[in-house]
C-alpha cells in the first residue's frame, strides 16, 4: 500500500450546481447555469439541475455518509447567487444560513471545510450585463467575496477563489458549450483577465476577513505530448500549452501572458489597465489542480503525408468522457508546477473518472475502472512527493454522481452511486477502497 504523510489532506470535491438543487428555493437568484440548462438544445437529454442530488435537502445525510467514509476534507462551491441573487448589494440570509448550517455540521464530524466561492454559477444579472467579459464583474466578485467570507471565514480556513478559469472564459465565451454559451474570442480573453482580476482582488479581502486562512486558486492542467518529433507537433504542443496551461500558470507569478499566445491570437489586449498584472500575481498559499487525462498534439496546419509518423499514441483505456487514462501525466505536471513555478503547495483539487456503473441485483455497486485510475494517480502523487513535490492533498472527483454540465446526467463521476429517482447515495467500490486508503494513512 501506497504510504502518505500524516497530515496529508484526504477529501473529496463536489460543485453547487451539480448537486444542491433547489435551483429557486429560499431567495436564490438565477445563475447562468440555470439559464443556460433551461435553453433547449443545450445540455444532453434537456437535462437540467433543478433538483440535482437534492443536496441543499439532503446535506445533513450526506455528512454522515462522508464521516462514514472517513473524510477529512470536503471541497464544496457556494452558489453565488443563493449569496446575492442579483448579483451584488442584496445579501439572501437564508443561502448565508445553509453554508453556515454545512459548516458547522463538517466541522462538528471533523471533517475540514475547503471553501470554492466561484465554480461556474455566476448570477444571470450580472451576465446580462455583459458578465465575465465586463469588468464590473470583478467589484461584484470581491463584494460577493467579502460577503461569504465574513460569515464562514471563523471557521473557514482554506479557500479558493475559482475553479478552473480557463473554462469559465473560454469553453463558456469561445467554445459556446457551457454557460452563458457565447463564441467569441474577444470576450473569451476578456473574461479570463477578468476572473483573474477578481482572484488577485479578493485573496486580501479573504485574508483580512478569515484570519490564518490559506487561499489559492484552482487550474485545470492539461500536459501537452507532441504527437511525433517534428517541429510542427513541437510547436502545437507548445501552442496548446500556452492556451490551456500557461497562459493561467504565468500571470499568477507574476510572469504577465505568454507573448506567443497573445501574438497568436492577435488580440489588443486594451482591457488591462495599469496595474492589473501585480493585481492578478498576488502570492497565494497554494495552488490547486484538477487532472483528468494528457493531450497529445498532432498539427493541423499541414497535412499527415508531410508530418512525420506518430510516436506518440493514445492508450487503450478511454473514459466515458472520451478521455485516455495516463496516469503519467499527473506525476509530470507535479514535478512541472514545482521546479518551473514553485507554488509553496499544492493540492490535486480533483482527480476522476467517469464510466457506465450499474447497480447490482444485490444494490452494490462495482466500478473497478475508476477504483484502479484513482489508485494509480494516487500512486504518482506518492512519486512526486518522494521527489519533494509539495504536494500536501488529494480531492476525488467527485463525491456524488451529478449533473455533468452539458452532458446532464449520462456522466457518473462519483465514487457514491446516485439513483436520481429515488436520491438514494450508494458508496461505490471505489469508495469504499478509497475509505480504506484514508484510514491507512490518516492513523485512524
Same mark, same amino acid.
Given at each position: 500500500?501506497?504510504?502518505?504523510?500524516?497530515?496529508?489532506?484526504?477529501?473529496?470535491?463536489? %460543485?453547487?450546481?451539480?448537486? &444542491?438543487?433547489?435551483?429557486?428555493? =429560499?431567495?436564490?437568484?438565477?445563475?447562468?447555469?440555470?439559464?443556460?440548462? !433551461?435553453?433547449?438544445?443545450?445540455? #444532453?437529454?434537456?437535462?437540467?439541475?433543478?433538483?440535482?442530488?437534492?443536496?441543499?435537502?439532503?446535506?445533513?445525510?450526506?455528512?454522515?455518509?462522508?464521516?462514514?467514509?472517513?473524510?477529512?476534507?470536503?471541497?464544496?462551491?457556494?452558489?453565488?447567487?443563493? /449569496?446575492?441573487?442579483?448579483?451584488?448589494?442584496?445579501?439572501?440570509?437564508?443561502?448565508?444560513?445553509?453554508?453556515?448550517?454545512? *459548516? =458547522?455540521?463538517?466541522?462538528?464530524?471533523?471533517?475540514?471545510?475547503? *471553501?470554492?466561492?466561484?465554480?461556474? @454559477?455566476? +448570477?444571470?444579472?450580472?451576465?446580462?450585463?455583459?458578465?465575465?467579459?465586463?469588468?464590473?464583474?470583478? @467589484?461584484?466578485?470581491?463584494?460577493?467575496?467579502?460577503?461569504?467570507?465574513?460569515?464562514?471565514?471563523?471557521? *473557514?480556513?482554506?479557500?479558493?477563489?475559482?475553479? &478552473?478559469?480557463?473554462?469559465?472564459?473560454?469553453?463558456?465565451?469561445?467554445?459556446? !458549450? !457551457?454557460?452563458?454559451?457565447?463564441?467569441?474570442?474577444?470576450?473569451?480573453?476578456?473574461?479570463? !483577465?477578468?476572473?483573474?482580476?477578481?482572484?488577485?482582488?479578493?485573496?486580501?479581502?479573504?485574508?483580512?476577513?478569515?484570519?490564518?486562512?490559506?487561499?489559492?486558486?484552482?487550474?485545470?492542467?492539461?500536459?501537452?505530448?507532441?504527437?511525433?518529433?517534428?517541429?510542427?507537433?513541437?510547436? %502545437?504542443?507548445?501552442?496548446?500549452?500556452?492556451?490551456?496551461?500557461?497562459?493561467?500558470?504565468?500571470?499568477?507569478?507574476?510572469?504577465?501572458? +505568454?507573448?506567443?499566445?497573445?501574438?497568436?491570437?492577435?488580440?489588443?489586449?486594451?482591457?488591462?489597465? +495599469?496595474?492589473?498584472?501585480?493585481?492578478?500575481?498576488?502570492?497565494?498559499?497554494?495552488?490547486?489542480?484538477?487532472?483528468?487525462?494528457?493531450?497529445?498534439?498532432?498539427?493541423?496546419? /499541414?497535412?499527415?503525408?508531410?508530418?512525420?509518423?506518430?510516436?506518440? /499514441?493514445?492508450?487503450?483505456?478511454?473514459? &466515458?468522457?472520451?478521455?485516455?487514462?495516463? +496516469?503519467?501525466?499527473?506525476?509530470?505536471?507535479?514535478?512541472?508546477?514545482?521546479?518551473?513555478?514553485?507554488?509553496?503547495?499544492?493540492?490535486?483539487? &480533483?482527480?476522476?473518472?467517469?464510466?457506465?456503473?450499474?447497480?447490482?441485483? @444485490?444494490? #452494490?455497486?462495482? =466500478?473497478?475502472?475508476?477504483?484502479?485510475? /484513482?489508485?494509480?494517480?494516487?500512486?504518482? *502523487?506518492?512519486?512526486?512527493?518522494?521527489?519533494?513535490?509539495?504536494?500536501?492533498?488529494?480531492?476525488?472527483?467527485?463525491?456524488?454522481?451529478?449533473?455533468?454540465?452539458?452532458?446532464?446526467?449520462?456522466?457518473?463521476?462519483?465514487?457514491?452511486?446516485?439513483?436520481?429517482?429515488?436520491?438514494?447515495?450508494?458508496?461505490?467500490?471505489?469508495?469504499?477502497?478509497?475509505? #480504506?486508503?484514508?484510514?491507512?494513512?490518516?492513523?485512524?
Amino acid at each position: 500500500m501506497t504510504q502518505f504523510p500524516k497530515d496529508f489532506v484526504w477529501g473529496a470535491a463536489t %460543485a453547487s450546481y451539480q448537486i &444542491e438543487g433547489a435551483w429557486n428555493e =429560499d431567495g436564490k437568484g438565477e445563475s447562468i447555469w440555470d439559464r443556460f440548462s !433551461h435553453t433547449p438544445g443545450k445540455v #444532453q437529454d434537456g437535462d437540467t439541475g433543478d433538483v440535482a442530488c437534492d443536496h441543499y435537502h439532503r446535506w445533513r445525510d450526506d455528512v454522515k455518509l462522508m464521516k462514514e467514509l472517513g473524510l477529512k476534507a470536503y471541497r464544496f462551491s457556494v452558489a453565488w447567487p443563493r /449569496i446575492l441573487p442579483e448579483g451584488r448589494e442584496k445579501v439572501n440570509q437564508p443561502g448565508v444560513d445553509f453554508y453556515n448550517r454545512l *459548516v =458547522d455540521a463538517l466541522l462538528e464530524e471533523r471533517i475540514e471545510p475547503w *471553501v470554492t466561492l466561484y465554480h461556474w @454559477d455566476l +448570477p444571470q444579472d450580472l451576465q446580462d450585463e455583459g458578465g465575465w467579459a465586463s469588468r464590473m464583474v470583478v @467589484d461584484a466578485f470581491v463584494e460577493y467575496a467579502d460577503v461569504v467570507s465574513r460569515a464562514l471565514g471563523d471557521r *473557514v480556513k482554506n479557500w479558493i477563489t475559482l475553479n &478552473e478559469p480557463w473554462v469559465s472564459a473560454f469553453v463558456g465565451y469561445q467554445h459556446g !458549450h !457551457h454557460a452563458p454559451g457565447h463564441t467569441n474570442l474577444v470576450e473569451a480573453m476578456a473574461a479570463s !483577465h477578468h476572473l483573474l482580476l477578481s482572484h488577485g482582488q479578493s485573496v486580501p479581502v479573504i485574508r483580512a476577513n478569515s484570519l490564518m486562512s490559506r487561499v489559492g486558486i484552482t487550474l485545470n492542467l492539461t500536459p501537452q505530448e507532441p504527437a511525433s518529433p517534428s517541429v510542427a507537433d513541437r510547436k %502545437a504542443a507548445t501552442w496548446v500549452d500556452g492556451y490551456i496551461n500557461r497562459f493561467f500558470l504565468d500571470p499568477l507569478v507574476g510572469r504577465g501572458y +505568454p507573448q506567443d499566445i497573445v501574438n497568436g491570437f492577435g488580440k489588443a489586449m486594451d482591457f488591462i489597465q +495599469p496595474g492589473d498584472m501585480d493585481t492578478i500575481a498576488v502570492p497565494v498559499d497554494f495552488l490547486g489542480i484538477n487532472y483528468y487525462t494528457r493531450n497529445i498534439a498532432r498539427a493541423d496546419n /499541414i497535412t499527415e503525408e508531410e508530418n512525420e509518423p506518430r510516436t506518440v /499514441i493514445r492508450g487503450d483505456e478511454i473514459t &466515458e468522457m472520451d478521455w485516455e487514462v495516463y +496516469p503519467k501525466g499527473l506525476y509530470n505536471i507535479l514535478g512541472r508546477l514545482h521546479f518551473e513555478y514553485n507554488f509553496p503547495a499544492i493540492y490535486i483539487s &480533483e482527480n476522476g473518472a467517469a464510466f457506465p456503473d450499474k447497480v447490482r441485483p @444485490d444494490g #452494490q455497486v462495482d =466500478d473497478p475502472a475508476r477504483l484502479s485510475y /484513482i489508485k494509480r494517480h494516487l500512486e504518482m *502523487v506518492s512519486k512526486a512527493i518522494d521527489a519533494e513535490v509539495p504536494v500536501k492533498g488529494y480531492f476525488v472527483w467527485s463525491l456524488f454522481d451529478n449533473f455533468e454540465w452539458a452532458f446532464g446526467y449520462s456522466k457518473r463521476f462519483g465514487i457514491v452511486y446516485v439513483d436520481y429517482q429515488t436520491q438514494q447515495r450508494i458508496p461505490k467500490s471505489s469508495a469504499k477502497w478509497y475509505s #480504506q486508503m484514508i484510514r491507512e494513512n490518516a492513523g485512524l
